[in-house]
């Protein structure tokens, strides 16, 4: 069983939070992983742009990070859990980027949690071409899972501006 803990910097936690711990479950099935201890953090661009000059030496915001650990941990129960790391996302740039690319919030969200997940699973890219395998995979992911929502319809199809 996989397990997702969600937390906040520099924004309030949202109602829809649940939402995106449901949808990271449903995207780790949809990839075959079991056991899995996610941890996916929530931002603004002040923390993501600290944090992506630290480790990317990028002064800059960008939608999502994936900061893999790879661990496997033993329970007490004497069960394996596999530590693939953490994902953080910028709700900023991601109502930026969903006006800029007009989709819905709540596609990019989806597409942007798919997209960490896959870079802890150990894929990555060269660009963000749709002819990279990982972005393919991504893409059919998302696809697979389109039924699946984060945000209340109200946000999911407001204005993306």
Partial sequence: MNRVALTVEEVPLPAWSGGVERY????LDAIGRDNWDLSIMLCGDKTIKALNARYRGKDEATDVLSFELGA???GE???SRYLPGDIVISLD???KNAGYFKTGEDEELRRLLIHGILHLDGMDHRTNDDTEPMIILQE???ARLEKERILPVELAQGDNG
């Fill in 24 to 27: 990271a479950l449903q995207a």
């Fill in 72 to 74: 496997e941990e033993i």
């Fill in 77 to 79: 129960d004497g069960g």
């Fill in 140 to 142: 059919r992911i998302l």
């Fill in 93 to 95: 740039t991601l109502r």
